[in-house]
DNA sequence: GTGTTACCGTAACATCTGTTACGACCACTG
DNA sequence: CAGTGGTCGTAACAGATGTTACGGTAACAC
């Protein structure tokens, strides 16, 4: 089976090498923007060539959506361990909803890649198609645990608080991973709390 | 003084023109994203040549600041005509925010410009000064207003309050300018409305 | 050893981009 | 009616960009 191992040993490299390149993508998009975002930049970051990055991806295109996807997936993998981790609904809500705001470093790095793969959507059918059903899951989870929060509620009502909340937290990592001088992790916290605190979801 | 008269006209015109290019950067940056954002898109969107667009501006981050500007500018009429219309403090604190959010299809498309010149700013030091400026200006508007709303609130309450209410509205925006079939006009003023009185800033 | 296969770097290509330079046109002056 | 200054379109330019094609190299098969 030597053929075999080969071939996952060389697939695997090759997967390995797809997620350095989407690093280094997240990494253009955080420090210089969309705009400079082109494959010499890429592979530059990537500590390869132009023709490696072109041996992995398709395209330009192919290689924005893999690094989304990359995002997305661990993204969702820190929530799930977010909420396994939570004594209770509440505390897991407000648990995941903090980890989608810019309260350091890096997920203040994560909200400047986040809206610049927003901006590469805009005209783009495929990329938007992408966000929609990554955006309608991440909703989904809120709601879950929204619901499972406050049992007594009917769905409007959840459905008008899972907005809000996930408003909130997106708006909030925006704010204040363009301006970290006004709106530092302290405040995005506060506001969360004060947030879930008012809805009656505040800690039981 | 003929003289004086002509180079007023001549200036108007200028004015004029600049307007309609920018004009035309913000259909073009909501149409095709700020990636297709070129001087020659630009110039057949306005209806003239590129070389018209570079007598008008410097460059094309003149063209992007100008272009942020003038919208900078409008939105900040707009809120202050809202703003002497309302009868009360609360009613012209919901009404600015409700502006912000992308309630028809020219807020939405207006959401889409604002994403584009985010995106742009990152790793451009100069633009993110103009939207730090921009941004504290209106903070400072929805911080008066909530003062006036509740005056017996400490200033820290006011600012947590503030940060929470501009966060619901420019997410809110966000999220639907990108899925306007999930978050449509009545679940943003749903979110904005119980928000406001979740926070004891309703109508009185 | 020899042929084969996959891997990947180099260089080229066509296209697009921002910007510049030049010249035609037009209104107005003397 | 020349002359002048301002306006703006055309075309060119250098550089960057996405993409493709080719060639060398190393590991493996027989």
Partial sequence: MLRGERAIARRADHEAQQERISE???????????????????AAVAGCTTGLVMHRFPGRKAL??????????????????????????RAALRAILAQGMALDEDSAQEALVWT????????DEDLIALH?????AWRDRVSRLVAASAPGWGSERVATAVF?????????????????ETYGPAAQEAALDQMLEALGLGPA
């Fill in 132 to 136: 929609r059903r990554n955006n309608r």
């Fill in 24 to 42: 280094a993508v997240w990494s253009t998009l955080a420090g210089k923007g969309i705009e400079h975002l082109t494959i010499r930049a890429v």
């Fill in 64 to 89: 924005l959506a893999h690094a989304r996807d990359l995002l997305h997936e661990r993204t969702r993998d820190r929530v799930e361990r977010l909420e396994a981790e939570a004594a209770t609904p």
């Fill in 116 to 123: 610049g793969f927003l901006a590469a959507s805009v005209g």
């Fill in 164 to 180: 809000a909340l996930m408003s909130v937290a997106e708006g909030a990592a925006q704010l204040a991973c363009f301006d970290p």
